[in-house]
């Protein structure tokens, strides 16, 4: 690991589960209440697939899609995310760009070349991580790990809810489909598979609030100290 990139001491607490299961909500909400940075490391795969398209690049051009990823133009501005000086940060929700995400993140060049990037994000004085091995392969000495979860039926219904309040047209059953094609790509490739450590507190937010959940990993998180 490289010491000034990802300093030892800087506590980060790692959040991962699977699609939709309100991770970014959570860990945004930590981070404010705890004035912690926040990394949103699932935006990176997004963006590799939305620069790639936007390239013509075919989605299983793993040479070109790892350098594409080495020197990924993306910028994080508060809530907003640039490509190329462009704010992209709507069009990375899009289902398509989900779907791309997932299938660039089965690459392990794109992993590889996105790992620094990921943890220079690891500054004082604490840094909050969503993804999918956030706990297992960027942050391993994570002060807390969480693998947050919720029923695909509640989750496909979160997401539904998520996409309408943006004007973005979704079908629940499709979206059901899809959360569930997605899990079982992330949970089934041989590179950074999505697992629960061992060492991950699961936290199953299916009758939570979001302010419920936050306040859980923040009282572990304190725990912790
Ligand atoms: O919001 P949602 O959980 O659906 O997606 P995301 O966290 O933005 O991640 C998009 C895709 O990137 C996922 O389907 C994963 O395949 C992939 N991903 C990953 O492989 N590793 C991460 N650390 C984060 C995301």
Redo the contacts with the bound molecule.
Sequence with gaps: MNGNASPPDVPVIAIDG????G??TVAQGVAAALGFHYL????L??LVALAAGRAGLRLDDEPRLAALAERLPAEFCGSDILLSGEVVTDALRTESC?AG??RV?SLAGVRTALLERQRAFRRPPGLVA?????GSV?FPDARLKVFLTASAEVRAERRYKQLIDKGIPANISTLLLDLRE?DA??ASRPV?PLVRSPDARLLDTTGMTIAEAVATVVAWFRETA
């Design positions: 699977p699609s939709a299961s991770k970014g949103d490391s699932g935006a795969y997004r989900s995400a997932s993140a969503d993804g999918r091995d956030m960027v997605r790509r992330d950074a």
